[in-house]
């Protein structure tokens, strides 16, 4: 039997850009339907992510979210069991020839190529001069803070539909919006698209031009300390080997997990680790240290995906009312979310932006999907 839900607000996805944003709509006092086609939440990108805070990492609309969100970060406006940051440097090792062009954020470090391998002694000598510090990065509890999300969404009142697949939408002449998913039907005046690789194909269901979304594959490969002797990788910081070559980190007790930067276009889809990537993986980990791995614990891949110029795309669709997208964060969705999570529902709700958003200086209106509907 098919049952139907009335909500002021239906946001599409429950990753970590979906359930942000229905968590401070929440708090606006707006009564909010989550709709998640698969079983569980956060199980595509969300659940996939390095889970770095970079503050001075990506485009300028992400870096000024990040300065925005990070005190939610510290110390989240929801009720939280956890902590949500830990501590975490990053160690960017440098050749000679890259030495001058490297982007360096403002309180960053040098090391020598002694004080790298003090930090991370199984590294190849003679390949680098040195590296970069810095240390105003934070490592993120990715499921602590998709779960404080939800509590605050699910605590005033919003709903949560999980198996719940969108594969229709129609809107009434009055503008109100009819969504079918799966045996439910909802109704409501406002549709949030956050469906991260299907954003477009969300937008096509509701009969709206796509605005041109890429998703690009990136792969991690696990590996575990026990199979080499005298290694720890627990101290580690998060190392990057540039340009765009190779990052490894910490990860669970005694793992180290790596990736090879890629970059792959791919359809949206439950992306699987492709065997050659990970090949590269080993290879380029064995190049630049003196490990040779015996054995791959687990691996993984997830759809990082971006608009045509690399900047999300938030705010109100032109072509039809009460339509309204956040897709778009590419590799930064996790640290912005609290500040894109926020600016989202304060468009959606009318309620006022705090200062923060006009005292960073960004202009936030050039990341509506209007600016994919100039030509
Ligand atoms: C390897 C890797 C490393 C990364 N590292 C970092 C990092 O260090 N720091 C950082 O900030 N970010 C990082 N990111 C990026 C970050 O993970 C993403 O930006 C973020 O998770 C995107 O969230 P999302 O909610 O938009 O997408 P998703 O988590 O993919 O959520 C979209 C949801 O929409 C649902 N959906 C789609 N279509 C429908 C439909 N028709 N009906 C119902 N539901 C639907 C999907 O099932 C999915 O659950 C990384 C990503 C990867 C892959």
């Known amino acids: 039997m098919v049952s139907s839900h009335s909500f002021d607000a239906i946001v599409i996805g429950g990753g970590i850009a979906g359930v942000s944003v229905a968590a ?19 199980y595509h990108t969300s659940g996939r992510s390095a889970a770095l805070l970079t503050p001075y990492y990506g485009p300028d609309a992400m870096r000024a979210f990040a300065r925005i969100g990070t005190p939610f970060l510290e110390s989240p406006a929801f009720a939280c069991n956890a902590p949500i940051l830990s501590d975490r440097n990053t160690l960017t090792l440098v050749e ?4 001058i062009a490297i982007d360096r954020p403002p309180k960053s470090v040098w090391l020598s190529e002694r004080e790298c391998l003090e930090r991370v002694p199984f590294l190849r000598r003679g390949r680098y001069i040195g ?14 803070l998709h779960s404080v999300f939800v509590k605050a969404l699910t605590s005033r009142g919003g709903k949560v539909f999980r198996n719940a697949p969108v594969t229709q939408m129609t809107q009434a002449p009055s503008g109100s919006w009819q969504v079918s998913a799966g045996t439910e ?17 969300v937008a096509k269901i509701a009969g709206i031009s796509p605005v041109g979304l890429v998703p690009k594959r990136r792969t991690v490969v696990v590996i575990d300390a026990s199979q080499f002797s005298d290694t720890k990788f627990d101290d580690l910081p998060f190392v990057i080997v540039e340009p765009d070559y190779l990052y490894f980190q910490p990860f669970g007790i005694g793992q180290l997990m790596m990736s090879p ?28 240290s003196t490990l040779k791995v015996a054995r791959i614990d687990h691996s993984w891949a997830g759809l990082r995906t971006f608009s045509p110029d690399g900047n999300p795309v938030i705010g109100w669709e032109p072509q039809k009312a009460g339509f309204f997208w ?20 304060s468009l ?27 030509c």
Not at 96 to 99: I, K, N, Q
Not at 185 to 201: K, L, M
């Open 24 to 42: 401070f709509l929440a708090e606006d006092g707006v009564n909010v339907g989550l709709l998640e086609r698969e079983d569980s939440l956060a």
């Open 96 to 99: 000679e020839d890259l030495a």
């Open 131 to 144: 590296g970069i510090v810095d240390t105003e990065v934070a490592s993120i509890d990715v499921h602590e």
């Open 185 to 201: 039907t909802f109704q409501s005046r406002t549709v949030i698209n956050a469906a991260g690789a299907w954003g477009d194909e």
């Open 261 to 288: 930067i890629d970059q792959t276009p791919s359809l949206p889809c439950d992306a699987q680790p492709d065997e050659l990537d990970m090949a590269i993986t080993v290879a380029r980990f064995e190049e630049v």
């Open 326 to 345: 956040i897709v778009g964060q590419g590799g930064y969705g996790m640290f912005s979310s609290p500040a894109i999570g926020r600016y989202a529902a």
């Open 348 to 374: 959606v709700a009318g309620s006022d932006l705090p200062p923060a958003y006009e005292s960073s200086g960004f202009q936030f209106n050039t990341l509506s999907p209007e600016r994919f509907r100039l």
